[in-house]
Protein backbone atom coordinates (compact mmCIF):
# COMPACT_ATOMS: atom_id res chain seq x y z
CA UNK A 1 0.00 0.00 0.00
CA UNK A 2 1.62 3.41 -1.36
CA UNK A 3 2.00 6.45 1.71
CA UNK A 4 2.01 9.61 -0.56
CA UNK A 5 2.68 13.02 0.90
CA UNK A 6 0.83 16.46 -0.19
CA UNK A 7 1.32 19.81 0.66
CA UNK A 8 -1.99 22.13 0.75
CA UNK A 9 -1.04 25.49 -1.12
CA UNK A 10 -4.06 27.09 1.35
CA UNK A 11 -2.90 26.51 4.41
CA UNK A 12 0.52 24.81 3.87
CA UNK A 13 -0.03 21.95 5.55
CA UNK A 14 2.09 19.17 4.54
CA UNK A 15 0.23 15.61 5.01
CA UNK A 16 0.65 11.76 4.21
CA UNK A 17 -1.86 9.90 3.06
CA UNK A 18 -2.43 6.15 2.77
CA UNK A 19 -4.04 4.55 -0.27
CA UNK A 20 -5.25 0.95 0.19
CA UNK A 21 -4.61 0.45 -3.63
CA UNK A 22 -3.20 2.01 -6.72
CA UNK A 23 -5.73 4.68 -7.65
CA UNK A 24 -5.93 7.22 -10.92
CA UNK A 25 -2.92 9.17 -11.39
CA UNK A 26 -5.37 12.00 -11.30
CA UNK A 27 -7.30 10.92 -7.65
CA UNK A 28 -3.32 11.13 -6.04
CA UNK A 29 -2.63 14.50 -7.64
CA UNK A 30 -4.75 16.23 -5.58
CA UNK A 31 -6.69 15.26 -2.48
CA UNK A 32 -8.56 17.12 0.07
CA UNK A 33 -6.50 18.92 2.89
CA UNK A 34 -6.97 17.12 6.62
CA UNK A 35 -7.05 20.31 7.80
CA UNK A 36 -9.21 23.27 5.88
CA UNK A 37 -10.45 20.91 2.90
CA UNK A 38 -8.76 22.57 0.45
CA UNK A 39 -7.23 20.86 -2.70
CA UNK A 40 -3.43 19.92 -1.43
CA UNK A 41 -1.16 18.36 -4.08
CA UNK A 42 1.19 15.34 -4.36
CA UNK A 43 4.79 15.91 -3.92
CA UNK A 44 7.67 14.19 -5.15
CA UNK A 45 9.57 12.68 -2.53
CA UNK A 46 12.73 10.64 -2.07
CA UNK A 47 12.22 6.95 -2.36
CA UNK A 48 11.85 4.52 0.97
CA UNK A 49 14.19 1.80 0.85
CA UNK A 50 17.31 -0.07 2.37
CA UNK A 51 19.09 -3.11 1.07
CA UNK A 52 19.10 -5.98 3.97
CA UNK A 53 20.74 -9.32 3.91
CA UNK A 54 18.63 -11.40 6.38
CA UNK A 55 20.82 -14.21 7.29
CA UNK A 56 20.19 -17.59 5.63
CA UNK A 57 19.61 -21.13 7.15
CA UNK A 58 21.65 -22.05 4.36
CA UNK A 59 24.78 -19.92 4.00
CA UNK A 60 24.64 -17.71 6.87
CA UNK A 61 25.42 -14.25 7.11
CA UNK A 62 25.96 -12.43 3.69
CA UNK A 63 28.14 -9.32 3.16
CA UNK A 64 27.19 -5.71 3.10
CA UNK A 65 26.01 -4.89 0.19
CA UNK A 66 25.60 -1.79 -1.74
CA UNK A 67 22.27 -3.48 -3.66
CA UNK A 68 24.44 -4.71 -6.78
CA UNK A 69 25.73 -8.43 -7.04
CA UNK A 70 29.18 -6.97 -8.05
CA UNK A 71 30.30 -6.38 -4.66
CA UNK A 72 29.62 -10.51 -4.03
CA UNK A 73 31.58 -11.16 -7.28
CA UNK A 74 34.27 -8.65 -6.72
CA UNK A 75 34.81 -10.37 -2.76
CA UNK A 76 34.47 -13.76 -3.80
CA UNK A 77 37.23 -12.50 -7.07
CA UNK A 78 39.39 -10.64 -4.18
CA UNK A 79 39.22 -13.93 -1.76
CA UNK A 80 39.86 -16.63 -4.49
CA UNK A 81 43.16 -14.39 -5.21
CA UNK A 82 44.53 -14.24 -1.87
CA UNK A 83 43.85 -18.08 -1.62
CA UNK A 84 45.99 -18.51 -4.43
CA UNK A 85 48.58 -16.28 -3.39
CA UNK A 86 48.58 -17.92 0.34
CA UNK A 87 49.19 -21.51 -1.35
CA UNK A 88 52.32 -19.76 -3.20
CA UNK A 89 53.85 -18.22 0.28
CA UNK A 90 53.31 -21.45 2.04
CA UNK A 91 54.82 -23.94 -0.94
CA UNK A 92 57.80 -21.58 -0.76
CA UNK A 93 57.72 -21.30 3.14
CA UNK A 94 57.32 -25.46 2.95
CA UNK A 95 60.41 -25.39 0.47
CA UNK A 96 62.48 -23.32 3.13
CA UNK A 97 62.04 -25.95 5.46
CA UNK A 98 62.77 -28.50 3.70
CA UNK A 99 66.12 -26.85 2.87
CA UNK A 100 66.73 -25.87 5.85
CA UNK A 101 66.23 -29.84 7.77
CA UNK A 102 68.16 -31.04 5.06
CA UNK A 103 71.13 -28.70 5.58
CA UNK A 104 71.25 -29.01 9.26
CA UNK A 105 71.41 -33.50 8.53
CA UNK A 106 74.25 -32.38 6.58
CA UNK A 107 75.78 -30.50 9.76
CA UNK A 108 74.68 -27.00 8.25
CA UNK A 109 72.87 -24.44 10.84
CA UNK A 110 71.10 -21.81 8.22
CA UNK A 111 68.27 -19.39 8.47
CA UNK A 112 65.50 -18.47 6.25
CA UNK A 113 67.57 -15.63 5.44
CA UNK A 114 70.44 -17.66 4.32
CA UNK A 115 68.52 -19.11 1.18
CA UNK A 116 68.74 -17.81 -2.45
CA UNK A 117 65.82 -18.58 -4.49
CA UNK A 118 67.21 -19.95 -7.90
CA UNK A 119 65.57 -18.21 -11.12
CA UNK A 120 65.73 -20.88 -13.22
CA UNK A 121 63.53 -23.66 -11.21
CA UNK A 122 62.86 -21.56 -8.51
CA UNK A 123 64.21 -24.20 -6.05
CA UNK A 124 66.22 -22.85 -2.47
CA UNK A 125 69.62 -23.72 -1.66
CA UNK A 126 72.47 -22.21 0.85
CA UNK A 127 73.88 -18.61 -0.19
CA UNK A 128 77.60 -19.06 -0.42
CA UNK A 129 80.19 -16.82 1.36
CA UNK A 130 81.55 -15.21 -1.74
CA UNK A 131 77.84 -14.49 -2.53
CA UNK A 132 76.93 -13.28 0.28
CA UNK A 133 79.59 -10.66 0.40
CA UNK A 134 78.73 -9.72 -2.81
CA UNK A 135 75.00 -8.82 -1.97
CA UNK A 136 75.85 -7.00 0.91
CA UNK A 137 78.36 -5.03 -0.80
CA UNK A 138 75.36 -4.27 -3.52
CA UNK A 139 72.97 -3.27 -0.41
CA UNK A 140 75.88 -1.33 1.03
CA UNK A 141 76.42 0.24 -2.38
CA UNK A 142 72.42 0.68 -2.93
CA UNK A 143 72.05 2.03 0.31
CA UNK A 144 75.00 5.02 -0.16
CA UNK A 145 73.58 6.14 -3.30
CA UNK A 146 69.75 6.88 -2.03
CA UNK A 147 71.60 8.76 0.74
CA UNK A 148 73.37 10.92 -1.39
CA UNK A 149 70.54 11.09 -3.80
CA UNK A 150 68.76 12.24 -0.46
CA UNK A 151 70.90 14.80 0.67
CA UNK A 152 71.24 16.50 -2.83
CA UNK A 153 67.31 17.00 -2.64
CA UNK A 154 67.55 18.85 0.36
CA UNK A 155 70.23 21.25 -1.02
CA UNK A 156 68.72 25.14 -2.03
CA UNK A 157 68.90 25.11 -6.34
CA UNK A 158 71.90 26.99 -7.27
CA UNK A 159 71.23 30.41 -8.37
CA UNK A 160 68.07 31.18 -6.41
Not at 23 to 34: G, N, R, V, Y
Not at 46 to 71: C, E, I, L, W, Y
Request: glycine share 6%; net charge positive.
Amino acid sequence: MPVYEFTCHSCGLRFDKLFRRMESTDALSETPCSSCGEPAYRQVTAAAFKFSHAPSQVRGAAPPNTGTSDDWNYDKAIGRDAEQKWKVVEKRDAEKARVIRQERENGVVLNKGQLVRSQEDGSYRAITEPERQVVNERRTTAFQVAQAAKQQGKKPPEGG
